[in-house]
């Protein structure tokens, strides 16, 4: 046993260590622990939970006061043993009732700092660790720890009380309680361990950004400037005069209280200004800290984000949408070393997150797929931004596109982080989806004042710059002729899959139709940008310019054809689609046709099967005006009431034996006798907003990609890696990314370091910027014949 006089490096308790050998610029243990639980407390503030915030800080390392964990960091023993779980067993013996439950929170956040919150149950769950034999702490830590567990509960806590069920949305709150509880101690924790190894190592971190209140004045004179200047070149019509009537009425609600707003603005209304002006005011008048602005596609991101950037400055905006992960936790060359060595050897090598992967941005910019799938991780590297959406707005661009199979758990999460966490909520559409308690149980409380366009159904009609056309089934050759008996030389075809999209493209190719282009996520970022601006560029010029594509462009992409045909689909899409038809409303609606097209060549998936379904069976009692907002209302109830309750909340968990099984996200979470039991990583594991699993590979198209490449190779870390990477990036399905590989033409860079992260396509035969990647010609290719 170490002795416990507290002079002389061998008897110091230390948290981490460095090269040196004689521990003279170790971090100190104590201090360690006073100075994340400071600063958890500081972010536990914001929503009233700094208590219990702090004391997590305070106990998250307390097995490090095992004589086995010194010897350990010492060089003295190949391992440390589990020092997690100490702080864990202590923290549930010093409260009870309301506050013991409090506790129980902590106790995952404490067990889970570095692998991840646990689930109750099962393998390595919290059960097994509160009973867990530990190594014997010394007893010093009573003395240096000044514990204290009083009034735990975050304050003012709002308890649920709408029409879902009760037991199971508290039980849903104190579990997104414990998840914004372990945000604040793993950001503080992964903050104050970076901030040592910095101090140590003479390195300079770079997390200045500043902060929103302070900035936000600048902000506002910004975005009014780049309005007055945007709107005196602009043309004076009727359309230019709406969206400035618009803009003025949305801004004139920032005053009212925080809380959840509807943005239901027909397309090119002007909804991305006007919810960023909302945003502003908002936050400036209720002193918020943070914007958050949540798009449904990467497709789209980077045109929102650069609009942003144009109005606000570069220095406020982090554009967060890597679609390449990497956690420090799990670090593919770690698995033989404790988590302690490899979060110091993170530190060491650069490898720990910076500021933008806690959001600590005034302004973020990121996807959908990132904001959801975070707010329901349990690994600790995506749950250190949460506790930053607290005091913030959050603007969800295409509300209508949160996937039905996680609605009622997207749903409750934002009801909560407005409820108990002073965040606003503004859900911004062209099509709003019935999201509110009357339209579905645990819907969101959203009152009629709360809608900040000036009557949406008058917009509508002012904005009405389109007319529908059924057109029945089409063969693609039909589908051609009709695009050519149409008279116009541009065109937009949107289908319903990558593979229809390319059979399309071929056909079209083969009887050469002027203007030909080819718009899918086969293609990687890079190249849809230049294709997008080309696009852009033939429209303002009146070249030929017919263009099959997928639903990547009907959110947000601007664009404006004469005529849009469209595969049927979910009543929303369609509207979607419609929206890139005459969009600036320079011809009569009467000429602007959106003909809706059944392909007799192309089943529909099966989820857009059931929606086209929900969409005929309101269209008897809307076929003068289908895109009309009491027609998308009565189609959204029509598809809640389709899919029902388990509809709107299934996800696929493994069951005991190991077997795919489904199950529902809110199920999940439950407390019986003040005693919760939650499944953090069940949920973790399952909780996934597109369920098609698919995998990245890296089309090295450049010599920007080819560059990133060798320097990875060379060193480069690899979050800075993926960043770079990701506009080369194609989206494949695993079975056709598996057979690719099988057959030479996909390989993985140095996959002893960076497991199968970064799969790169070698036959570049298989990829071309027009037609995307062929994945289905991978038998074709041998090795050696590309």
Request: some cysteine; aromatic content about 8%.
């Amino acid at each position: 046993m170490l002795g416990v006089l507290r002079w002389g490096w061998l008897h110091m308790y230390f948290a981490h260590s460095t090269s040196s050998s004689d521990g003279a610029d170790w971090e100190p243990l104590l201090q360690h622990l006073q100075e994340v639980a400071a600063l958890a407390r500081q972010f536990g503030d914001k929503f009233g939970g700094g208590n219990a915030a702090e004391l997590a800080g305070l106990l998250h390392d307390l097995g490090k006061y095992a004589a086995a964990f010194q010897a350990y960091i010492r060089r003295q023993r190949s391992h440390g043993g589990d020092h997690a779980s100490a702080g864990a067993q202590q923290v549930i013996k010093l409260a009870t009732g309301i506050n013991g439950l409090v506790a129980r929170l902590l106790a995952y956040a404490i067990a889970g700092h570095h692998g991840g919150l646990p689930d109750q149950l099962g393998s390595s769950g919290l059960d097994d660790r509160l009973k867990k034999p530990l190594e014997p702490l010394d007893a010093i830590w009573r003395s240096e720890l000044q514990l204290n567990a009083p009034a735990l509960l975050p304050t003012p806590f709002k308890p649920y009380q709408g029409n879902a069920n009760v037991q199971e949305r508290m039980a849903f709150q104190f579990a997104f309680m414990g998840r914004m509880l372990f945000s604040c101690l793993v950001d503080a924790d992964f903050l104050c361990t970076e901030a040592f190894y910095a101090r140590t190592e003479g390195r300079q971190v770079d997390r200045a950004w500043p902060a929103l209140p302070q900035a936000i004045d600048g902000l506002i004179a910004r975005f009014d400037n780049y309005i007055a200047d945007k709107q005196q070149r602009a043309p004076s019509t009727a359309v230019n005069a709406l969206r400035r009537d618009i803009l003025n009425h949305v801004r004139s609600k920032a005053e009212l209280p925080r809380g959840v707003f509807t943005l239901n603005v027909p397309t090119g209304g002007g909804k991305t200004l006007a919810s960023l002006a909302f945003a502003l005011d908002h936050a400036q008048r209720h002193q918020m800290d943070r914007i958050v602005y949540a798009i449904p596609f990467t497709a789209i991101i980077e045109q929102t984000a650069g609009i942003f950037r144009d109005v606000l400055g570069e220095d406020v905006l982090l554009e967060h949408h890597s679609a390449i992960e990497l956690d420090p936790f799990k670090a593919k060359n770690k698995s033989n070393v404790s988590d302690e060595q490899s979060i110091d050897d993170g530190a060491r090598d650069g490898k720990l997150r910076l500021a933008a992967e806690n959001w600590a941005a005034p302004l973020v910019v990121t996807t959908n797929v990132q904001f959801f799938e975070s707010v329901f991780a349990n690994r600790g590297a995506r749950c250190r931004k949460l506790h930053n959406l607290a005091n913030a707005v959050i603007v969800l661009d295409e509300a209508q596109t949160i996937p039905r199979n996680v609605l009622i758990p997207c749903v409750a999460a934002l009801d909560e982080l407005v409820r108990n966490y002073g965040c606003t909520v503004v859900l911004c559409t062209a099509t709003l989806p019935a999201l509110g308690a009357h339209c579905i149980k645990g819907g969101l409380d959203i009152s009629p004042d709360r809608e900040l366009a000036p009557d949406p159904a008058a917009l509508h009609n002012a904005l009405r710059r389109t007319t529908q056309r059924l057109a029945g089934t089409m063969t693609d050759d039909q589908l051609l002729d009709d695009i050519a008996q149409a008279g116009t030389a541009q065109a937009l075809v949107i289908v319903n899959s990558r593979k229809h999209a390319l059979a399309l493209f071929e056909r079209a190719q083969q009887r050469g139709v002027d203007g030909l282009l080819h718009l899918t996520t086969r293609q990687i970022a890079a190249d849809r940008r230049k294709l997008l601006a080309e696009i852009r560029q033939r429209l303002v010029t009146k070249e030929p310019c017919v263009v099959i594509a997928t639903s990547l462009v009907e959110a947000g992409v601007d664009l404006d054809f004469p005529q849009v045909w469209r595969a049927e689909a979910g009543l929303d899409q369609v509207v979607q689609a419609a929206g890139r038809c005459n969009r600036e409303g320079r011809a009569p609606a009467e000429a602007s046709i959106v003909t809706i097209f059944k392909p007799a060549e192309a089943k529909p998936p099966p989820e857009i099967e059931g929606l086209i379904g929900d969409t005929y069976r309101i269209l008897e009692d809307h076929k003068g005006d289908l895109f009309a907002p009491a027609a998308i209302e009565a189609y959204f109830r029509e598809v809640h009431w389709r899919l029902g309750g388990d509809g709107l909340d299934r996800i696929t968990i493994l069951d005991a034996d190991g077997r795919k099984a489904p199950a529902q996200t809110m199920q999940q979470f439950s407390v019986s006798a003040g005693q919760p039991c939650f499944g953090y990583r069940t949920v973790g594991d399952a909780f996934r907003l597109i369920e098609s699993g698919m995998a990245p590979v890296i089309v090295p198209a450049d010599d920007d990609a080819l560059n990133t490449l060798a320097a990875l190779r060379g060193g480069l870390p690899p979050t800075a890696a993926a960043r770079q990477l990701r506009n080369y990036l194609v989206q494949v399905p695993p079975r056709e990314r598996q057979r690719m590989i099988d057959n030479g033409h996909v390989r993985f860079i140095d996959a002893d370091r960076f497991g199968d992260q970064f799969a790169v396509l070698d036959s570049l035969s298989l990829y071309s910027a027009m037609s995307g990647l062929r994945w289905e010609d991978a038998d074709a290719f041998t090795w050696g014949i590309v």
